[in-house]
């Protein structure tokens, strides 16, 4: 018992946890601030180019997060900006599917990984390039937060405009470790589907990024009316509405409607995002507006 | 040194790990293994008067997993079984909405929680029940497994015929948890949508319910082709032929194609499922096949 009081009155400390023989037997008060102080430094250094962060959220799964994300870092290369996106998903990550470098992997090197480069010199951190597509892994809680930080610390991301950040649906621990790993998120972008059963999760990702003091930049409705290509009748198959309500409750600005668009699909399928391949598309119009939007709020436009 | 090595080879061991005041320094081998089945007695024990267990399971999220699970209940409801609908989802829980009893709450007694009951008699028990529709919490893992634990094993079901299990998103630690907890889950059913970047996650979850050794009932497809109410027009919006691939490739059954059909949504946003409100429908049809297949087999047809 003495041995064990000794250590939890350890004078010796040298506030340097990671590393230290005594950590799981420690007590001491500022354990747990110094160990997150030491990983938002590396974070800190990692990102030490990178101009500018943005985070794109989405609340509930399946909305339409990495196809912003990825729409977004493609509109803002198209301006001649660089860019990077680093997905956070582990459980699923679309994001190089969408950018169609699922099979090209990612080089470990001695200094940290390597992003892979895809459409528009767009570079790329997923933990899909690490696994196969077909690979399942089960990602139970400390896989998650190892794999979090090889991404957010160990990436050679070099010199960035922006660096796009899709995390996993829900305002869990999985979105709160991205946060709180990268405090000085410049802001976010907010994706919802019209449905009410969306907009529930939705407002609480606002709710949770507007606590962390993170600026959400603007709200995007992702599925949309459809436009029949044969007689023009529009229909709200997913109801209508949702975005706009959103924006308006929680007072953030709304970037725009993206329909249902066969269109928008079959890019996300075929690795190009439409913004590139569709720019003059209702869908590409509202991205482009987006990188404005984003250009103008970080001070580069 | 001497009293931790004292209790690594601790000869007193009652087996009872839970409320074991040496738990945290134990290092015994069957530590976990016996807390595990500690936990499997007492879900068997909450579920001893439910005939069949039934998982819903979607790899991607926001595919339509809590639409499947809420119609898949209905369905067997129409046919005059017991049914109940366990929601395992935390972050963002969506059955009280689709089933309109988001403001009822739900009762605690000494015994345990009591489900609230919805249309048709449903059982429902969720966290969205217990936590206000506004509510932001950040779940963390601790929290996490002690909610499911809580869903799982404190619930008074009463005598049912069928729980269906809504878990969330992917293939992680949340599903994994799950299964753990009822490894006599009965068989599942799972959802994606059209879309190739849907499959690879839903593939994954086949992958894993068959290593669990649970036996798939079917795929859904879920936002299959939209038929333009004006001119009839069929488009598919979301690509097409998912659902079918993926049962093809896991060797699985394929239920069938949930239309693009303004219905199904505006039925979910409403709380009454499509299968009871538009039974004709092809949605509604698709629900009722299902249905008889869970009833075959499980040999209650």
């Known amino acids: 018992m003495n041995e064990i009081n000794d250590i939890n009155i350890d004078l010796s400390c040298t506030e340097k946890c990671e590393g230290c023989e005594k950590y799981f037997d420690c007590n001491m008060p500022q354990k747990d601030r110094l160990l997150v102080q030491v990983r938002m430094q590396r974070a800190r250094k990692a990102l030490a180019q990178v101009k500018h962060k943005i985070i794109s959220v989405g609340g509930k799964g399946g909305v339409g997060k990495t196809l912003c994300a990825v729409n977004i870092a493609a509109a803002l290369a198209m301006k001649g900006r660089k860019v990077g996106i680093l997905d956070q998903v ?25 992003p892979t480069e ?30 979090t930080e090889e991404l957010i610390c160990h990436v050679l991301w070099g010199e960035l405009d922006y660096l796009i950040v899709d995390v996993p649906a829900g305002t869990s621990s999985d979105t709160v470790n991205v946060i709180q790993y990268i405090p ?9 589907v019209p449905s009410e059963v969306s907009q529930a999760v939705a407002y609480k990702a606002v709710v949770l990024l507007q606590k962390a ?15 029949c290509p044969t007689c023009g009748l529009q229909t709200d198959i997913l109801q209508s509405g949702g975005g706009l309500r959103i924006a308006g409750k929680t007072d953030v600005p709304f970037i725009g409607s993206i329909p249902l668009d066969q269109r928008v699909a079959e890019c996300a399928d ?15 119009q509202i991205f482009i507006k987006a990188a404005e939007l984003i250009e103008k709020r970080c001070g580069m436009a």
């Open 90 to 114: 582990f459980d699923g990550p679309c994001v190089p599917r969408m950018l169609g470098v699922e099979r090209k992997g990612m080089e470990y090197t001695e200094e940290g990984l390597v």
């Open 118 to 147: 895809a459409i528009l010199g767009i570079k790329v951190a997923s933990m899909g390039l690490i696994l196969g597509e077909d690979e399942v892994v089960t990602w139970f809680h400390e896989m998650k937060r190892n794999a």
């Open 184 to 192: 000085d998120m410049d802001g976010a972008t907010v994706v919802t």
């Open 213 to 227: 003091n993170i600026p959400v930049f603007g709200v995007f409705e992702n599925q949309g009316t459809f436009t």
């Open 270 to 284: 075929d690795g190009t995002p439409v913004v590139y391949k569709h720019p003059e598309s209702e869908a590409g």
